[in-house]
């Protein structure tokens, strides 16, 4: 069998799409890839009590502790040097990936946005900000959409959407709920196809 892909999933928050990759590695759905680190932007967030679970290495790399971006961003991809990184996960992860991270490794950094992309998109456009835009625009389908990481937010060429019907009535928690819980499906078959190509 294939050697596994090394993935480090970088997160900022709760970290139910790392539940979601790390449950379909467990049940066999993701046999060809394994999470060898999980990073957050953040200390205390319940992503990194998910990972201890599971016994993955983590580390938290602030904004904070470095005078400047890019020693913020050189910090980072130390971290995913070190642990051998083949391909790069955001899954809420809130901070822009610097262009050394995406130089080093271009076309090897996914994403999963809670919307249908390209609309819906760019600075400003997540969490619950991108489901009351398509509350305001009057949509009648939103969902998510797996795509690789560019220079610029939510840019990069789309993968793979799953969509869901806007339901008169919603609130962005309603909206939200519906799409996340295509998320925890999509991203992790997501993942699967493309480390099958790489």
Same mark, same amino acid.
């Not at 490794?105 to 994403?111: E, F, Q, S, V, W």
């Not at 793979?160 to 998320?183: C, Y």
């Given at each position: 069998?294939?050697?596994?892909?090394?993935?480090?999933?970088?997160?900022?928050?709760?970290?139910?799409?790392?539940?979601?990759?790390?449950?379909?590695?467990t049940s066999g759905q993701l046999?060809?890839?394994?999470?060898?680190?999980?990073?957050?932007?953040?200390?205390?967030?319940?992503?990194?009590?998910?990972?201890?679970?599971?016994?993955?290495?983590?580390?938290?790399?602030?904004?904070?502790?470095?005078?400047?971006?890019?020693?913020?961003?050189?910090?980072?991809?130390?971290?995913?040097?070190?642990?051998?990184?083949?391909?790069v996960c955001l899954a809420g992860?809130?901070?822009? *990936?610097?262009?050394?991270?995406?130089?080093?490794?271009?076309? =090897?950094? %996914?994403?999963?946005?809670?919307? /249908?992309? #390209? +609309?819906?998109?760019?600075?400003?456009?997540?969490?619950?900000?991108?489901?009351?835009?398509?509350?305001?625009?009057?949509?009648?389908?939103?969902?998510?959409?797996?795509?690789?990481?560019?220079?610029e937010f939510d840019h990069g060429?789309?993968?793979?959407?799953?969509?869901?019907?806007? *339901?008169?009535?919603?609130?962005?928690?309603?909206?939200?709920? =519906?799409? %996340?819980?295509?998320?925890?499906? /999509?991203? #992790? +078959?997501?993942?699967?196809?493309?480390?099958?190509?790489?």
């Open positions: 069998m294939p050697k596994a892909v090394r993935l480090a999933v970088l997160v900022s928050g709760g970290g139910s799409n790392l539940e979601a990759i790390l449950t379909a590695r046999e060809n890839a394994e999470v060898v680190l999980v990073l957050s932007s953040k200390a205390g967030v319940y992503a990194l009590e998910r990972a201890k679970k599971y016994q993955i290495e983590t580390a938290v790399v602030e904004r904070s502790a470095f005078a400047s971006d890019d020693l913020f961003q050189a910090a980072i991809l130390k971290k995913l040097a070190q642990a051998k990184v083949d391909v992860y809130l901070r822009k *990936l610097g262009p050394s991270i995406i130089q080093h490794y271009r076309g =090897r950094i %996914l994403n999963i946005h809670p919307a /249908l992309l #390209p +609309k819906f998109g760019g600075p400003g456009m997540y969490g619950h900000f991108v489901h009351e835009a398509v509350l305001a625009a009057g949509e009648k389908e939103s969902g998510c959409s797996v795509h690789v990481v560019d220079e060429p789309v993968l793979s959407q799953a969509k869901v019907p806007v *339901l008169s009535g919603d609130n962005a928690e309603t909206l939200a709920a =519906r799409v %996340l819980e295509q998320e925890h499906k /999509l991203y #992790p +078959k997501s993942i699967r196809e493309f480390c099958e190509k790489i």
